[in-house]
């Protein structure tokens, strides 16, 4: 299974994207400690990982403490060692989901309400809200995910443009 493991860290003056290794990585904490390691002294670190253009997991760090990790389909931990490292553990359901934020009743043609909130064939895993905080809802990102035809490679690129590090991101894919 390839993957492509990308962190993005926030300091002071701004967002740094590093490659991340994860071969040999042993638990969640292993990775979590490969994230811390990009920046040690980072007020904000993200790690998107993405494998064989199906899956997508998003590991967030708040000033090196506090493992968040959202997964876009648990299938990942069957899939895979690695998948089963980082989302094998975590609920099969997702968090972090507002009422607020359901799709609307379909009341005339919209088409963002004939759409699924969730991928029905997907199973997301772990904490959807991680980037709530930061201009990424829990409902936006799932629709990212489950939106038919989208790769993990575009929702990063939509995430990371949201938070303002699309441009270190994509760097790092032209090496």
């Keep these: 299974m390839s993957y492509f493991a990308a962190a993005v860290v926030r300091d002071d003056s701004g967002w740094t994207a590093a490659e991340v290794n994860l071969r040999g990585a042993t638990d969640i904490e292993d990775v979590a400690d490969r994230l811390r390691d990009v920046d040690q002294d980072a007020d904000l670190s993200l790690l998107f990982v993405e494998a064989d253009d199906a899956y997508l997991v998003i590991m967030r760090l708040d000033e090196g403490e506090d493992l968040r990790v959202f997964g876009s389909d648990s299938a990942y931990a069957e899939e895979s060692r690695l998948g089963a490292l980082l989302v094998g553990d975590l609920k099969t359901s997702v968090?972090?989901?507002d009422d607020t934020e359901e799709p609307r009743p379909s009341g005339g043609g919209d088409e963002d309400t004939e759409q699924p909130a969730v991928d029905p064939e997907a199973?997301?895993?772990g904490e959807a809200d991680l980037l709530a905080d930061l201009g990424v809802s829990a409902q936006k990102l799932l629709n990212l995910c489950a939106q038919e035809g989208t790769m993990p490679a575009d929702v990063t690129a939509e995430?990371?443009?949201?938070?303002?590090?699309?441009?270190e991101v994509?760097?790092?894919?032209e090496v």
């Design 95 to 97: 968090t972090g989901l």
């Design 123 to 125: 199973d997301p895993v």
């Design 159 to 167: 995430v990371c443009q949201v938070l303002g590090c699309a441009d």
């Design 170 to 173: 994509e760097e790092l894919r």
